[in-house]
């Protein structure tokens, strides 16, 4: 027997997960905290299974709800691409991305895949530098959109994402100890360089270059070969490379932002869309983080 599943019940579900509380996610989704208990009682009775327990006034996630969540997701962002997919204008041509070298193999491959399957007819022309060069250019008019790592959020950005910088070395490595400390930074137009060696000075710590390029490959060639340790958002931490923690004895960094330009008076629907599409993989990312937090805490009633 066929059953179908009502995305609206598994949008109220995942997130009451997402915000912790009943009353949250009925402000989040407008609705009244009485419609959405409503909501979580007929999917507990479309399956015939309880979704969450009460603990000492609170809500968790039963065994059964904690295997629903992803599967609840995997549907919901299914349903959401599809709408998008088929309610989006054909668009053909080209739109011109500048990205941060250090974000594009964790940010962009998802990016470009969704925006793809949209737009099968436009082409994704990418340029990577650093954020400093990457904003000359879109104010030159040699791009239709950018991404820059920033200190702050200018007037004119939208921030897609507040992450700390880091210290990042070999697994096991002991570049850390090192005096004067070996650091790979990058060129002179570099957004995290200036911040790196301002803490380094207030800190007082000796320090000598040992890569410096506007590429990350040469970067983390030394990072893994243990030769230097390097400052990089959270974030965009490669494989096989690990935060160092405060054991090392090295200047806390700073936040910073990950924030969008687009051209302030010459914006194409194709700069939008993919805009668009940006803003939904930061957020989701932000979105799974909050989830891996708080899969096993209890939610409020």
């Not at 954020?131 to 921030?159: F, H, K, M, V």
Request: a positive charge; aromatic letters at 6%.
């Amino acid at each position: 027997m066929v059953r179908n599943i009502d995305t609206g019940l598994l949008r109220a579900f995942t997130t009451v997960v997402e915000t912790g509380s009943v009353t949250k996610a009925a402000a989040a989704l407008s609705l009244t905290q009485a419609a959405v208990s409503q909501q979580i009682k007929r999917l507990e009775d479309l399956f015939d299974k309880p979704l969450f327990a009460r603990k000492q006034r609170r809500l968790v996630l039963t065994p059964e709800g904690d295997q629903l969540l992803p599967l609840a997701q995997k549907l919901i962002a299914l349903n959401d691409e599809t709408w998008r997919a088929m309610a989006a204008p054909a668009f053909d041509g080209e739109v011109r991305l500048g990205v941060p070298y250090d974000l594009v193999a964790r940010f962009l491959p998802k990016v470009l895949r969704r925006f793809d399957k949209r737009f099968p007819n436009v082409r994704v022309s990418l340029i990577t530098s650093t954020s400093r060069l990457l904003l000359d250019a879109l104010g030159r008019g040699e791009l239709d959109l950018a991404l820059a790592t920033e200190a702050s959020r200018p007037a004119r950005a939208e921030s897609l994402l507040v992450d700390r910088l880091v210290w990042v070395g070999a697994a096991g490595g002991d570049a850390w100890v090192r005096d004067p400390l070996p650091v790979s930074l990058g060129a002179e137009t570099c957004a995290f360089r200036p911040y790196a060696l301002a803490a380094l000075a207030k800190w007082h710590r000796g320090w000598r270059p040992v890569s410096e390029s506007n590429s990350l490959e040469p970067m983390v060639a030394t990072l893994e070969a243990d030769l230097a340790v390097a400052p990089m958002l959270t974030c965009a931490v490669p494989k096989g490379l690990v935060i160092l923690s405060a054991a090392a004895g090295l200047p806390k960094l700073p936040l910073c932002h990950v924030n969008l330009y687009l051209p302030r008076n010459t914006q194409n629907d194709m700069a939008t869309e993919l805009a668009s599409v940006l803003r939904e993989e930061f957020d989701l990312r932000g979105r799974d983080t909050l989830l891996r937090a708080r899969r096993k805490a209890p939610a409020n009633t």
